[in-house]
């Protein structure tokens, strides 16, 4: 059991186990795309720790980049997602794989792939570690998922409670029964 903040979580998803799914996904991707020079896209902030494992397992040329978006304050989703452009994207007619750290509602997949359109990149697949499955309100195809997840808050290896916990090399759930 850890804190963080004031709510207390528990051990969901080991190091090991978090290892064992990256490099299978990892694998995957290495199937479809190594002759493609791909352009993975990172969401900032809660992709840094997956993008970083994933890509180390991705041993074919591809380039990296990165967009900020943010629908979250405190355990609640505000329903609005908040989006950063971070400069120029080099996607025209690229195979772009988006990288997120876990598809909640879809929203914030939802605004990105239609601002990614604008680009016109030659298409757009989504790769994420976490996936609340029964929380998707959309219907955009989540191509690589490494955990289908309860729809609980998850907290760590990236992902955040108010801005901390993401250092977390491993992943939390929520203790209900704590709170
Ligand atoms: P969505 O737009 O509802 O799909 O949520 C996407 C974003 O919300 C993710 O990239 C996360 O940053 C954040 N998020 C969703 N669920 C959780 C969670 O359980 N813990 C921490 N952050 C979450
Ligand atoms: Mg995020």
């Known amino acids: 059991m850890i804190e963080v903040k004031d709510k207390q979580f528990r051990s969901y998803l080991s190091r090991a186990e978090i290892s064992v799914q990256v490099d299978r996904v990892a694998k995957e991707l290495m199937e479809s795309y190594s002759d493609k020079k791909p352009f993975f896209l990172g969401v900032l902030n809660g992709s840094f720790m997956f993008m970083s494992d994933l890509m180390k397992e991705f041993s074919a040329s591809c380039e990296i980049g990165f967009v900020k978006a943010a629908s979250y304050e ?6 609005v997602v908040k989006f950063h452009e971070a400069g120029k994207l080099p996607i025209a007619g690229r195979d772009v794989i988006i990288v997120e750290d876990i598809i909640d509602t879809g929203n914030t997949l939802d605004a990105l792939t239609n601002f990614l359109n604008r680009y016109e990149p030659k298409s757009v697949s989504v790769c994420t570690l976490l996936f ?29 409670y108010d801005g901390y916990g993401r250092n977390i090399p491993e992943v939390f759930i929520f203790n209900e029964s704590n709170d």
Do not use: Q, R, W
């Open 74 to 79: 405190g355990m609640e989703t505000t329903g």
């Open 132 to 160: 609340k499955k029964e929380a998707y309100l959309h219907s955009y195809p989540i191509d690589y998922v490494c955990f289908d997840v309860e729809n609980k808050f998850l907290l760590g290896y990236g992902l955040d």
